[in-house]
């Protein structure tokens, strides 16, 4: 461990954390309705634990309303915040954007924006979302 504290240790994995919120953020956010597979394979890829089993069971619902709704949407993410972090486990704030278009819309594309926490999970040398929840 060359000496480093254990703060400067989880400083090291910002990057890393940041990018794997990112990544999962741009994933999630992304929706459409011809696509839909591979959109949440790279979801389910990124996650683990609760949000893992929670989006894994919501699946077929979220496949339904898209084609249902004939659902487009390209999430985009403007930053990411980590307020905290050890060596296993992170806490990140996101704000992202999506691109919205469906049914509801009426043909028109809406920007919509959010604000999103992640607790984040390293397993192995790869970080996870273990819990994804939108905040005010």
Avoid at 7 to 32: G, K
Avoid at 44 to 71: M, P, R
Avoid at 119 to 135: A, I, N, P, Q
């Amino acid at each position: 461990r060359g000496g480093e504290s254990e703060a400067e240790e989880a400083a090291s994995q910002y990057p890393a954390i940041a990018e794997a919120a990112e990544d999962l953020t741009t994933n999630f956010l992304t929706v459409d309705y011809k696509n839909m597979d591979a959109l949440t394979a790279k979801v389910v890829e990124g996650s683990t634990g609760e949000f893992k089993k929670e989006y894994s069971d919501s699946l077929k619902e979220l496949k339904d309303a898209a084609a249902q709704q004939e659902s487009t949407a390209k999430g985009s993410v403007d930053a990411v915040g980590i307020s905290e972090a050890d060596a296993d486990s992170a806490t990140a704030f996101v704000s992202a954007g999506s691109t919205v278009k469906n049914t509801g819309t009426k043909g028109k594309t809406e920007q919509r924006s959010w604000r999103i926490k992640l607790s984040m999970v390293k397993e192995g040398d790869r970080w996870l979302v273990g819990k994804l929840e939108f905040v005010g």
